[in-house]
């Protein structure tokens, strides 16, 4: 089991900037593939972006594609989010979750992850 903590949401105005990370506690980080979702006021969970296990490949939601990337620091049990070009309909409660099954393409389901963290509230201002 893994525990899922995340960090350095806030509030922020259009256009801006901020790098969310997520600290993994519990078990081996690099055996996951970690997932980001969120969640905004009256809507599902919707997909962010996720990192393979060895941290080369990453895939987006094409709502996010081109300012937000993901990268992860196996050394320090950390994946991290950075959200640029910030715009108000990104406001939304972001999460990282983790997969411990096998790791052979791309996961944008929420079904498709083990573990989630209890998320961090990113507010965008218009």
């Known amino acids: 089991q893994v525990q899922l903590v995340e960090s350095g949401g806030g509030l922020v105005q259009t256009g801006g900037s901020l790098r969310l990370s997520c600290a993994a506690s519990?078990?081996?980080?690099?055996?996951?593939?970690m997932g980001w979702f969120r969640q905004a006021p009256g809507k599902e969970r919707e997909f962010v972006g996720t990192?393979?296990?060895?941290?080369?490949?990453?895939y987006y939601a094409n709502s996010v594609k081109g300012r937000f990337s993901i990268a992860r620091d196996n050394a320090k049990n950390t994946v991290y989010l950075q959200m640029n070009s910030l715009k108000p309909e990104d406001t939304a409660v972001y999460y990282c979750?983790?997969?411990?099954?096998?790791?052979?393409?791309?996961?944008?389901?929420?079904?498709?992850?083990?573990?989630w963290g209890q998320g961090t509230q990113v507010t965008v201002s218009s």
């Open positions: 979750a983790a997969r411990g099954k096998y790791d052979f393409g791309f996961y944008s389901s929420s079904y498709d992850y083990d573990y």
């Open positions: 519990g078990r081996t980080f690099s055996d996951y593939t």
């Open positions: 990192v393979r296990k060895n941290g080369g490949s990453t």
